[in-house]
């Protein structure tokens, strides 16, 4: 069993920044990709970015959804089984409950579905201000 925990969310005036973290914890695993999806009230659970295993133990390819594209950036400490997300220039429309998740099933071709990822955290608060 894996367990996931978030943390770093919080309240932000928009322009502003925040750095989401969640580690990794349980059965010793080795994570073919890790993502953050988020979900506003009343929303589906949305892709924002991954971070994918792609071959060599330094080799990683990151995906973006467009709406963060050059604001968010996904990043991944092996060594402390931990993966980030530094929110940047933060815009109301960005408040939701964010998760992160892990695929350990195997390989991933694709990484933006919810149905790709085995184990889900229990989720951080963003909310940006206007």
Known sequence: ?????ESGGGL?????????S??????????????WFRQAPG???DFVAAIRWSG???EYTNSY??????RFTISRDVAKNTVYLHLNSLKPE????YYCAARVRGAAVRVRGVEEYDY??????VTVSS
């Open 1 to 5: 069993q894996v367990q996931l925990v």
């Open 12 to 20: 932000v005036q928009a322009g502003g920044s925040l750095r989401l």
């Open 22 to 35: 969640c580690a990794a914890s349980g059965r010793t695993f080795r994570s073919y990709a890790m993502g």
């Open 43 to 45: 929303t589906e659970r």
């Open 56 to 58: 060599g133990i330094s």
């Open 65 to 70: 959804a467009d709406s963060v594209k050059g």
């Open 94 to 97: 960005d408040t939701a409950v």
């Open 120 to 125: 889900w955290g229990q989720g951080t608060q």
